[in-house]
């Protein structure tokens, strides 16, 4: 499987930014997908997963405010990120758990595909 991230950049404290993934090469509806994040000098941290039901759990500091969806006809996953933080300024990875397991884990060693990060930076 192979993830493409996009759509980081520059914003403002409390704005919105969405961040999107697109996989191929593999069985999209068959994995758990999610993102992770990581500044640096600083280990990767969970923020959210979604498995191929819809089920979701995220991190508790961006709990209310990221929103994780995927799309099976377009193999795509985004998450939706509302009321940005200077705390929440990171490379966002894309990752892929691996197939046919529909269990969502919060470690990163769980899972198996990762895609090459998307800067967001927010600040004033």
């Known amino acids: 499987v192979q993830l493409q991230a996009s759509g980081g950049g520059l914003v403002q404290p409390g704005a919105s930014l969405r961040l999107s993934c697109a996989a191929s090469?593999?069985?999209?509806?068959?994995?758990?997908m999610g993102w992770f994040r990581q500044v640096p000098g600083k280990e990767r941290e969970f923020v959210g997963a979604?498995?191929?039901?819809?089920?979701?759990i995220y991190a508790d500091s961006v709990k209310g405010r990221f929103t994780i969806s995927r799309d099976s006809a377009k193999n795509t996953v985004a998450l939706q990120m509302n009321s940005l933080k200077p705390e929440d300024t990171a490379v966002y990875y894309c990752?892929?758990?691996?197939?046919?397991?529909?269990?969502?884990?919060?470690?990163?060693?769980?899972?198996?595909?990762w895609g090459q990060g998307t800067l967001v930076t927010v600040s004033s």
């Open positions: 990752t892929a758990g691996p197939e046919g397991r529909g269990d969502i884990a919060t470690s990163r060693n769980w899972y198996t595909y």
């Open positions: 090469g593999g069985t999209f509806s068959r994995h758990v």
């Open positions: 979604i498995s191929w039901s819809g089920g979701r």
